[in-house]
């Protein structure tokens, strides 16, 4: 059984940096791995994916350039790091994974098989 755990999110002023972990337990090594998050009252919109080997990343326009995905297999850890922080950045952050080496369209949420319970980052003005 696949679990993950988000860690990592806070308060930050905008401008400002701040990097959240999915820490994964089960065999999650030939996994993709996602970020999405949602806002109050919105839905939940995709962010970031990465391949089992990091070879390939994918983001939402709303954050590239800004935001970075990567991972550490030796760790089964995926981490978003995110520098300009904006207002509306401010979400509670999912980490979810998926068995295939990515989903065939990484942005739809039903296609991502395990999901953890998020971390609030709120970016203040």
């Known amino acids: 059984q696949v679990q993950l755990v988000e860690s990592g999110g806070g308060l930050v002023q905008a401008g400002g940096s701040l990097r959240v972990s999915c820490a994964a337990s089960g065999y999650t090594f030939r996994y993709a791995m996602a970020w999405f998050r949602q806002a109050p009252g919105k839905e939940r919109e995709f962010v970031a994916a990465?391949?089992?080997?990091?070879?390939?990343?994918l983001y939402a326009d709303s954050v590239k350039g800004r935001f970075t995905i990567s991972r550490d297999n030796t760790k089964n850890t995926v981490y978003l790091q995110m520098i300009s922080l904006k207002p509306e950045d401010t979400a509670v952050y999912f980490c979810a994974a998926n068995p295939l080496a990515m989903p065939s369209v990484p942005t739809m949420k039903s296609l991502w098989n395990y999901w953890g319970q998020g971390t609030q980052v709120t970016v203040s003005s």
């Open positions: 990465i391949t089992w080997n990091g070879g390939r990343t």
